[in-house]
Structures are given as C-alpha cells and as structure tokens.
C-alpha cells in the first residue's frame, strides 16, 4: 500500500548550521508533496510545497527538494535557528484520487546551541 | 483572521464513555479533514467533508467513530464506547477547497488530546 516514511526520526544540528531531513514515498502517482512543522503542542503548519513537475523549490530558509527517480524528498533549513525545532513531516498526494495527504511518522529535528 | 479552533483541548473519559470533539474551521473554507495523530506517530486520516458531498469516512478506525459537519462549518466527531486504544491528539484542518478543486494546504487547528483511563 501506500506509504510515505522518513529515513531519520530524529536529527540534531548546530545553531547556524543547515538542516537536511528526508522523506521516502513509495506511491509513483502521487503528484503533489507538502513539508509541514509540528512543535510541541501545536498542529502542523505549512512550511512548503512541490508538485512533480518540479524538482527543487525554495521559500524563505527552505529548499525543497523531490527525486521522482528514487521517490524522495527532501527539506533543506539554511542557518538552522532555535525556532526551527519541531517535528517535520512530509505528505503527499495523489491528484484524481478521493484519498488524502499520507504522512510520514515525521522526523524530531532539535537545534543545539 | 482567525485559524482553526479545536475544543476542548484536553479530555480525560473513561473507557466505555461517549466523547465529542468540536472543530471551528476558517470560515469560507469548503473542506474540512479530521486525524488522529498518536504519540511519537504521524497523522491518520479519519474523514474528510468537502462542501454539501457525501464525506469520505475510508479513515474512521471503527463503527464507534462518527462525524458530522453542520451548515458546512462547524464538524464535531464523535466516538462511542471509547477504548484506551482510542487515546490521541486528534486534530482538525480545512482547506479553501478540496483536492479536487486543486487545493491541497491544510490549516491545522491546535489538536484535543483525548485520554481514555
């Protein structure tokens, strides 16, 4: 079935430094991929998005990356912050089908001083 | 403007009660998604309500789980006969509109944890 894991459930990086999470899906229709933080407490909130005629899409800080080839994704996170530690989750989905966004189990990211 | 709210935030019942659980979506948002999020784990869809459609209810776990969404804002889940199994944080999102008018982002609101004893 389908299923969209990560490949680290926890990371941990120096303030400053840049953060690379990954995420591994196994459905090649799905077309559309999110990256959502989840800190402690809280619902997940939208970081980025990518739709499979794209491979690499940044916002501010953030790079998404997609590998259609290999079905992986990643974030990038420039000059990883305190604020930047939560739970990072990716989701994807297929267009044209009635399911919904499958997540990931999510990655622990924690920034060190 | 305002996000989504999710009450209560916490709820404590014990095994063999009835809880309800209340999502307010943003308003004008068509569709409307319930999950359940157990700890250290990532979100299970529960059920998901797009406009006057029939909901897509292929999530829900069991025939104790149920939901509905009022005038097309307000939903409240229910679950009958809770389990200790059924403890999580469930968690509310909406969207402008649904995957099949092309939107995909999800608002979340805050979560309830739901204890079960």
């Known amino acids: 079935g389908e299923s969209v894991g990560l490949h680290l459930p926890t990371l941990s990086v120096q303030e400053g430094d840049n953060s690379i999470i990954n995420c591994a899906y196994s459905n090649s229709a799905s077309d559309y991929f999110i990256w959502y933080k989840q800190e402690s407490g809280k619902g997940p909130q939208f970081i980025i998005d990518?739709?499979?005629?794209?491979d690499k899409r940044q916002g501010q800080r953030v790079t998404v990356l997609l590998n259609k080839t290999v079905k992986h994704l990643s974030l990038q996170i420039a000059a990883t912050q305190p604020g930047d530690s939560a739970v990072y989750f990716c989701?994807?989905?297929?267009?044209?089908?009635?399911?919904?966004?499958?997540f990931g189990s999510g990655t622990q990211l924690t920034v060190l001083p | 403007g305002a996000g989504v709210s999710q009450s209560p935030s916490n709820k404590v019942t014990e095994k063999g009660k009835d809880v309800e659980l209340r999502c307010d979506p943003i308003s004008g948002h068509t569709a409307l998604y319930w999950y359940r999020q157990s700890l250290g784990q990532g979100l299970e869809f529960l059920i998901y309500f797009q406009g006057n459609s029939a909901p897509d209810k292929s999530g829900l776990p069991s025939d104790r789980f149920s939901a509905e969404r009022t005038g097309g804002s307000v939903s409240t889940l229910t679950i009958q006969r809770t389990q200790q199994e059924d403890s999580a944080v469930y968690l509310c999102a909406s969207s402008p509109r649904g995957p099949g008018q092309g939107s995909y982002e999800q608002y979340f609101g805050p979560g309830t944890r739901l204890t079960v004893t």
């Open positions: 989701a994807d989905f297929t267009s044209g089908s009635a399911r919904q966004l499958t």
């Open positions: 990518i739709r499979s005629n794209m």
